[in-house]
């Protein structure tokens, strides 16, 4: 899953890095291997810790002896905050050089990911996993930046970012069944743990790379809490709607203050003379559907996972080794059809693929509505395999569709505003399915719901894309 920002489109004609007093001056010249080891480890640890955690949430309840809305936070933490500082951490990175951005994501997740498996208590890991997500969210422009300068020929370029994008898939791909071997075989606390070897790693890499240049960046911090503040009040709301009631007082009051927040980002955003987010972008057709599509189909991809691993354990008794393993099949053909979906847009629009993985998305959330507590595990397992497969053929085609047909010095923006978009929609999916299911006496109520959700979000966002998108392309190739 290709995560594009403004970081990624850096100037060839950078400035002379600038390397701090007291610390060895850089190599004249970076290895490419090293580079893009160091970029992969980034983005697939990165990757693995948005799906590996689903698998050990019955375990931690049981160790720390959490609610439905705890389990959620876990998940939601990471996911929250990731989202909220995606959208200026390119800028971030540019200011203080991509090399230091990536040392210190990488630090701060891999110190956030010892104190996860170190947690006492729900408090210090929920917390934990916030500073994961922030952590990320630095650390995804700053690997794509080193990336950028490091390969001058767009070609080689190009299929370095292709690796980069496919380490990503096989991380979200395996994260289920390496999250239930860990938790089986040691302790949920080793999924945490895992993080440690390979930040070590990272950063040994980072001492051989040639030290990036820093640039002149503003950093929107109003519009940048504000952001963080929507998100938070928000997620809260829809987390805590599902446990205390819609209508109480401390539901009502995030919701409110996420209005408020919202207003204040749009409106500071209007009034920058350099806005972290131009808000005309949103006039272009194109990226409307595209951040529809991309919120719809990481709600019901995360949301999935999130329902059939607590569908598995709590409800089925299966371990975490073995939920782990029920989702290969939908997970082993991810990478796959990554690559037949871009084959299918360069051919015949990306609305094509873009349509077409969302209605098979649909089907397999439809005939989830099958499934009960005595369904047979197969049932399941090959019904996740269309979810799976439609988010793999789609997922590609959204970041190009929105590249294609906006202006170039904005479509890292746009993409950053894309990824911001289906990271929301990964958390606020969580936050409203876990809701549906907290009382367990009504989880097939809660599981039937959920899918019914996705369906209608699935429907109507894929005949957005089929009508408005074909539009779009229909127009390009009658001017061409």
């Not at 969210?137 to 070609?155: F, H, K, N």
Request: proline letters at 4%.
């Amino acid at each position: 899953m290709a995560i594009l920002t403004r970081s990624a489109r850096t100037d060839r004609t950078d400035r002379t890095p600038v390397v701090p007093a007291g610390e060895p001056s850089a190599p004249r010249r970076s290895s490419t291997t090293t580079v893009l080891a160091a970029a992969l480890l980034a983005f697939f640890v990165i990757s693995l810790d948005g799906s590996v955690v689903n698998v050990a949430l019955p375990a931690i309840s049981h160790s720390l002896r959490g609610t439905m809305a705890d389990l959620q936070w876990i998940v939601d933490g990471y996911t929250l905050m990731f989202a909220a500082f995606m959208l200026s951490a390119g800028t971030f990175s540019d200011r203080i050089g991509a090399t230091r951005a990536y040392a210190w994501g990488l630090a701060a997740f891999t110190v956030a990911s010892l104190a996860c498996g170190v947690a006492p208590n729900l408090g210090t890991l929920i917390g934990a996993r916030m500073v994961q997500g922030g952590a990320a969210a630095l650390m995804v422009p700053a690997s794509l930046a080193l990336i950028r300068q490091t390969y001058s020929d767009p070609g080689k370029r190009a299929r370095a970012i292709a690796i980069w994008t496919a380490a990503g898939s096989v991380a979200v791909a395996v994260g289920p069944v390496v999250g239930g071997m860990l938790t089986s075989g040691l302790s949920w606390r080793a999924v945490f743990y895992l993080n440690l070897p390979v930040g070590a790693l990272g950063l040994a890499l980072l001492t051989r790379i040639q030290a990036s240049p820093r640039r002149e960046a503003p950093v929107d911090l109003v519009g940048q809490l504000s952001v963080v503040a929507s998100l938070a009040g928000l997620t809260y709301a829809v987390i805590e709607g599902g446990r205390a009631g819609w209508g109480s007082p401390d539901v009502l009051g995030t919701l409110a203050l996420a209005a408020v927040a919202t207003a204040v980002f749009v409106r500071t955003q209007s009034r920058r003379e350099r806005p972290m987010v131009p808000l005309s972008i949103f006039k272009s057709r194109t990226v409307v559907v595209c951040l529809a599509a991309g919120f719809t189909i990481n709600a019901v991809f995360y949301g999935a996972i999130f329902l059939l691993g607590m569908y598995f354990q709590q409800v089925r008794g299966a371990s975490p080794v073995s939920t782990g393993a029920m989702f290969i099949p939908m997970c082993a053909l991810i990478s796959i059809v990554n690559m037949a979906g871009v084959k299918l847009a360069a051919r015949k629009g990306a609305w094509v693929p873009m349509t077409i993985g969302q209605l098979v998305m649909t089907a397999g959330s439809l005939l989830m509505l099958t499934v009960t507590s005595h369904t047979s595990y197969l049932v399941p397992v090959l019904l996740l395999v269309p979810i799976g497969l439609g988010g793999g053929l789609a997922v590609p085609s959204l970041t190009a569709a929105i590249l294609e047909n906006i202006d170039g010095e904005r479509a890292g923006t746009a993409a950053a505003v894309l990824n911001t978009f289906r990271q929301v929609g990964s958390c606020i999916a969580v936050a409203a399915f876990g809701a549906l299911i907290a009382d367990t006496s009504h989880f097939q109520q809660g599981f039937d719901t959920s899918f019914v959700i996705s369906v209608v979000m699935l429907l109507t966002t894929a005949a957005a894309t089929g009508l408005l998108l074909r539009r779009v392309t229909r127009r390009a190739g009658d001017a061409a």
